[in-house]
């Protein structure tokens, strides 16, 4: 069975640092990879989906990286704001899923103060 | 209402109680999906719809029954839960086309308390 695993669980850091949130799985054999976001009270949001193809993916200040032989990806969030604050997600789509099947680490809650 | 919509936000109920959670997605897609959020675990499927099939998590206790009587619409409808219940309910949606540019669109969730 997939396991995803997120570290930090939890980060604090004040605005303008430059980030890395890690995520790892044990099963390399993945369609995708997804970063999401989640605010407090609400739902996930879609940050970047990286294709098992791909080595990593650019939207703005974010940029993810895959490793898929190591079971590897880095978040890496650049000039860090307190608009950053949420928790982000991992998910990976197994090969071999059925339909819609994905496998979530717990999240990296972060912080940024001003 | 854009995207995809959950209600109630907020239910507590108690464990001889009969609720429904509703979800419907704006989006002209052709797959929803009920997620489990729960403090103790990472998100977990719980069931899936598309026109043409559906699956099934087999660890979901017979006591959640989902229905989805049309692309847009997908209930939950919830019968003596109990405690270890409570947790946030996430329906999502996606266009089912090419499995690995798939990317699913969440709505806010329902948070259940179960009593």
């Known amino acids: 069975k997939q396991e995803v695993t997120q570290i930090p669980a939890a980060l604090s850091v004040p605005e303008g640092e430059n980030l890395v949130l890690n995520c790892s799985f044990t099963?390399?054999?993945?369609?995708?990879l997804q970063w999401f976001r989640q605010d407090p009270g609400k739902g996930l949001t879609s940050l970047l989906l990286?294709?098992?193809?791909?080595r990593e993916q650019t939207s703005g200040r974010l940029n993810a990286s895959l490793d898929k032989s190591s079971g590897r990806s880095t978040l890496y969030i650049a000039a860090s704001q307190p608009g950053d604050s949420a928790t982000y997600l991992c998910?990976?789509?197994?090969?071999?899923?059925?339909?819609?099947?994905?496998?979530f680490g717990r999240g990296t809650q972060l912080t940024v103060w001003p | 209402e854009t995207g995809v919509t959950q209600t109630p936000r907020h239910l507590v109920m108690g464990m001889t109680n009969k609720k429904s959670l509703k979800c419907e997605q704006h989006l002209g897609h052709n797959a929803m999906y009920w997620y489990k959020q729960s403090a103790k675990k990472p998100l977990e499927l719980m069931f899936v719809y598309s026109l043409e099939e559906r699956v099934e998590n087999n660890s979901v206790p017979s006591r959640f029954s989902p229905e989805c009587p049309n692309s847009s619409h997908l209930f939950l409808h919830l019968h003596t839960l109990q405690p270890e219940d409570s947790a946030l309910y996430l329906c999502?949606?996606?266009?089912?086309?090419?499995?690995?540019?798939?990317?699913?669109?969440f709505g806010p969730g329902t948070r259940l308390l179960v009593l």
């Open positions: 990286i294709q098992s193809s791909q």
């Open positions: 998910a990976v789509r197994p090969e071999r899923s059925t339909l819609g099947r994905l496998y």
């Open positions: 999502a949606s996606s266009q089912v086309a090419i499995r690995y540019q798939e990317t699913q669109y």
């Open positions: 099963d390399s054999a993945i369609y995708n």
